[in-house]
């Protein structure tokens, strides 16, 4: 069974850090894309960031370019997700999800695997 896990979530003031994990189960991530989705309360979910298949392209949603980071390690089946400077606008259940193929990254039907969500909440 294809399954993602995303951990590394918590509460943690503006201008901390956090770093997502989004680890996979019952296939080889090495072969998949993956993006990095959030949704807020009462907003919808939107992307923020997407690494490729040889990590030799990766994508950000404006707001956080040059904050967040997104990485993999196909070694150890992960991928992760670096967030710095964090504001409270962050805030928002996190989700990872993987693709085989697609046209555009930011497109959540695109993908094929959804992990569960980790929460982050940035607050003083």
């Known amino acids: 069974q294809l399954q993602l896990v995303e951990s590394g979530g918590g509460l943690v003031q503006p201008g901390g850090s956090l770093r997502l994990s989004c680890a996979a189960s019952?296939?080889?991530?090495?072969?998949?894309?993956i993006g990095w989705f959030r949704q807020a309360p009462g907003k919808e979910r939107e992307e923020v960031s997407y690494?490729?298949?040889?990590?030799?392209?990766?994508n950000y949603e404006d707001s956080v370019k040059g904050r967040f980071t997104i990485s993999r390690d196909d070694a150890k089946n992960t991928v992760y997700l670096q967030m710095n400077s964090l504001k409270t606008e962050d805030s928002a259940i996190y989700y990872c999800?993987?693709?085989?193929?697609?046209?555009?990254?930011?497109?959540?039907?695109?993908?094929?695997?959804w992990g569960q969500g980790t929460q982050v909440t940035v607050s003083s």
């Open positions: 019952g296939f080889t991530l090495a072969h998949y894309a």
């Open positions: 999800a993987a693709r085989l193929y697609g046209r555009d990254w930011y497109n959540p039907l695109e993908y094929d695997c």
């Open positions: 690494i490729s298949i040889s990590g030799s392209r990766t």
